[in-house]
């Protein structure tokens, strides 16, 4: 999988997104320009994908108002779309799997030259005039070092599944503060066969803002304002959604 800068890449960042925050999407932006700037791709889209509602994670609120949130976080991105597919299935799917789905549902779009594929069914978050780009894209998922640091907890991954991520997608980092995924990957035996698979992105401007924290603010009645978009916010205390109630925040 050599990346060059003709290496057409789409990013994928699977989440609870309960909410999601700026920094969510941001991140995308922060990858778009690392890979773009380093000559390493050029990215085509980016899609957010909410775990499904079966996902035991505290404060995590349906999917219904999680992926309602997302789209009005995304109004004003023109490269960065929802897909629900998670989220519509029986239970939970596994991380592997969700990139897989997605990969071959590009990969049969793209061979569809003959329009077999019915306009209205597909998907936003595939991109505009994807078609008319020359050959493959690579769908890689896209996380904060929390996400890969994850990978080492025991009995939450599978291996095989951390080789097929790592090996036919390949993973971009977004450092957090308070980590170090380079140490990380060179104290991993699994990660550092895979190095070249895994781009490290450092984040200059750094932002820890978590939904576990904007769920704190909003169920204590604190302000949010500036951490988090104006119009999720408004959402949120519409449906007095993370105990707010109605309260102001
Ligand atoms: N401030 C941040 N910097 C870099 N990556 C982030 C940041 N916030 C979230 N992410 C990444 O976004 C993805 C989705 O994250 P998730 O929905 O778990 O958000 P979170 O804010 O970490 O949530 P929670 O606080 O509920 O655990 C993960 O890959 C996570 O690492
Ligand atoms: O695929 C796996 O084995 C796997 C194990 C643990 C977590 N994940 C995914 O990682 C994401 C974790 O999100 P969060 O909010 O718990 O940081 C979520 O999309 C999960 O589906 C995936």
């Not at 320009?33 to 957010?48: A, K, T």
């Not at 997608?169 to 990660?191: C, K, M, T, Y």
Request: aromatic share 8%; glycine share 8%.
């Amino acid at each position: 999988m050599r990346m060059t800068s003709s290496t057409k890449i789409m990013l994928i960042a699977c989440g609870s997104f309960s909410p999601p925050t700026p920094m969510h999407f941001r991140m995308f932006e922060i990858a778009r320009d690392h890979i773009q700037q380093m000559g390493l791709g050029q990215v085509v889209g980016g899609i957010v994908s909410p775990v499904h509602d079966s996902y035991a994670k505290k404060g995590l609120v349906s999917a219904t108002h999680r992926c309602a949130m997302i789209k009005i976080g995304l109004k004003t991105s023109d490269w960065i779309h929802l897909s629900d597919w998670e989220t519509q299935q029986e239970e939970w799917t596994r991380t592997r799997q969700v990139l897989q789905y997605h990969q071959n549902y590009i990969n049969s779009y793209l061979k569809d030259t003959n329009g077999t594929i019915n306009n209205q069914h597909i998907p936003a978050w595939i991109p505009e005039g994807i078609k008319r780009t020359a050959g493959q894209v690579q769908l890689k998922l896209l996380c904060g070092a929390d996400l890969l640091e994850s990978f080492a907890t025991p009995g939450l991954w599978k291996d095989e599944d951390l080789e097929a991520i790592l090996g036919y997608h390949g993973i971009v980092v977004i450092s957090r503060a308070g980590s170090n995924p380079e140490q990380f990957i060179f104290n991993s035996d699994l990660l550092s066969r895979y190095r070249r698979n895994i781009t490290i992105v450092t984040n200059w401007v750094t932002n820890d803002v978590s939904s576990t924290l904007i769920r704190k603010l909003l169920s204590r009645g604190l302000s949010v304002k500036y951490l988090l978009d104006d119009h999720v916010a408004e959402y949120i205390r519409k449906f007095g959604l993370f105990g707010t109630n109605n309260e102001t925040s």
